[in-house]
């Protein structure tokens, strides 16, 4: 063998010794609840309602205090964290229609089908909201692609959301426990069937709208979109933590010699918030009080059964949220009156489809024994989108050349080694905002957008500029003060729109 075969077999050897010893492949479950606030738990300062699961994950793990969703909705949020591509970069990735057909395409890297390259078995368990098949989905028959043709081995998911049809889970390609004597319709242009609907019949309703929701009524609450048949198939609002809670631990258990990923986004405390009984007078807050203490109920099952399979150690848990918090969300249910002190956004300004902070700075958690540290805060900026590339750098894959343009590793930031997160993030509350440092940048709004973000001027807005260092709250506009800087972020974010990656 001569010497240049030598040096290459050596340096083959330590490659291979080093990718194998590099990979980590710790079993990941990823809890995202639903329109959950900055200030919604314990551990990030709430006192009206007690989320002890949630607070003993943050005293053994990692908590975050600049960690975001991609965007300050549902399904732009959910999109850009799957496929690490932020949401405004597609048309048609706005909240979508509980008949609206699949918005990523098969095929596609997704955090689900690089975790299953890496040899994982994935799930989702609960809320989808990113469509299903090509058209609008028949509900009788095969329903595909969805998350089976997006990386993930099994689902059992809500289609949309918990106040829109189909009110039905879907278990991998069928609807569960669909009875075929009873077909199912779903319409969101005109009535279909010959139920009662919200808007004729108010006084069926156990729950009272406040704004839209008054299409079909299932389980004596309307919602939006038409749906008839399916009967044995509906879902029970006050049940559907307790059924989708039992679908993950199932998961949880058939898996456990393998790793696995789970995905269990949960419906609280989307609307409309209809906590079991057993959660109901939990806080003085009403449903979206008890709703909150049902989902760390919902975590602490989780945990539970990680304990009881001796799975803790080695899995990987990551907490956190689509999107920040909402009062009344279209039912009234007393989220505003019963209120109190309880601030759902801590010190941030905004909340749900905002362009301020409260509309994307979330709780997110990471806990992972012997990894982690424990107890720990840290203010790195990190996005939900980023999971995708850190995941796959923890995990030892590597990405494809166009998946995830904008998921950036910060798998150091994650696992607590170094205090640093991304340069910059694009946050999307009905417009854009780019942060960078302590900086934020707002671009300006059209009226529609500054309307959803709580402005009581309807004006288009001009930018705004704020140094989070000293006004987390963004109640200083200092944009006329400091042209210079507005230039500059400006720049930077017409930058990123038109490239597809920030420069590492
Ligand atoms: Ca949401």
């Not at 591509?85 to 918005?103: C, F, M, N, S, V």
């Not at 426990?177 to 609907?197: L, S």
């Not at 694009?426 to 417009?431: L, R």
Request: glycine share 10%; hydrophobic share 35%; charged share 25%.
């Amino acid at each position: 063998m001569n010497i240049y075969r030598c040096v290459f077999t050596f340096v083959m050897i330590v490659g291979l010794y080093s990718t194998t010893t590099a990979a980590e492949r710790p079993n990941i479950v990823l809890i995202y609840a639903d329109d959950i606030g900055y200030g919604d738990f314990g551990s990030y300062g709430a006192t009206a309602v007690k989320t002890p699961n949630i607070d003993r994950l943050a005293r053994e793990g990692l908590r975050f205090t600049d960690a975001h969703s991609a965007a300050a909705v549902c399904t732009p949020s959910r999109y850009a964290m799957l496929t690490g591509e932020y949401a405004w970069r597609q048309k048609g990735t706005g909240i979508l229609p509980g008949d609206a057909p699949l918005i990523i395409q098969p095929g596609r890297t997704t955090l689900a089908s690089m975790l299953r390259d890496a040899g994982y078995r994935t799930a989702v368990v609960g809320k989808w909201h990113l469509g299903l098949g090509t058209e609008h989905p028949n509900w009788n028959a095969e329903i595909k692609p969805g998350p089976l043709e997006l990386g993930f081995d099994y689902c059992y998911i809500i289609p949309a959301t918990g106040d829109r049809t189909p009110c039905v889970y879907v278990e991998n390609h069928r609807v569960a426990n669909y009875d075929p004597a009873d077909p199912i319709e779903v319409n969101y242009q005109h009535e279909v069937g010959n139920e009662p609907t919200g808007r004729e019949h108010p006084e069926l309703l156990k729950m009272k709208l406040s704004l839209g929701h008054d299409c079909t009524i299932v389980n004596g609450i309307s919602r939006i979109g038409y749906m008839t048949g399916g009967k044995k198939a509906r879902w029970i609002d006050e049940d559907m933590a307790d059924t989708i809670t039992r679908q993950a631990i199932d998961f949880i258990h058939r898996e456990k010699d393998h790793p696995f990923f789970l995905y269990f986004a949960t419906h609280d405390i989307h609307v409309p918030r209809v906590p079991h009984p057993r959660f109901r007078g939990a806080t003085s807050m009403g449903p979206r009080g008890d709703a909150i203490a049902e989902f760390d109920s919902s975590v602490g099952q989780v945990l539970a059964t990680l304990n009881e399979l001796k799975l803790t150690d080695n899995t990987l848990v990551i907490l956190t949220s689509d999107n920040g918090p909402v009062l009344d969300d279209g039912y009234a249910d007393g989220a505003v009156e019963k209120l109190g002190d309880h601030k759902p956004a801590g010190p941030l300004r905004g909340g749900k489809s905002s362009a301020f902070e409260g509309g994307t700075r979330e709780p997110f958690i990471v806990r992972w024994p012997s990894h982690v540290p424990a107890g720990q805060t840290s203010d790195a900026l990190v996005g939900q989108i980023d999971l995708l590339a850190s995941l796959s750098a923890l995990t030892g894959q590597k990405l494809p050349n166009h998946a995830g343009p904008d998921s950036v590793n910060v798998l150091p930031a994650l696992l607590g080694e170094s205090p640093n997160g991304r340069e910059s993030l694009v946050e999307q509350g009905g417009t854009l905002a780019i942060r960078q440092g302590k900086w934020k940048l707002i671009e300006s709004m059209d009226p529609g957008a500054a309307k959803s973000s709580g402005r009581k001027n309807k004006k288009p807005a001009p930018a705004m500029l704020f140094n989070l260092a000293d006004d987390l709250s963004e109640k200083n506009n200092l944009a006329a003060q400091q042209p210079e800087k507005v230039k500059e972020l400006h720049k930077l974010l017409d930058e990123i729109r038109h490239a597809g990656r920030l420069p590492d």
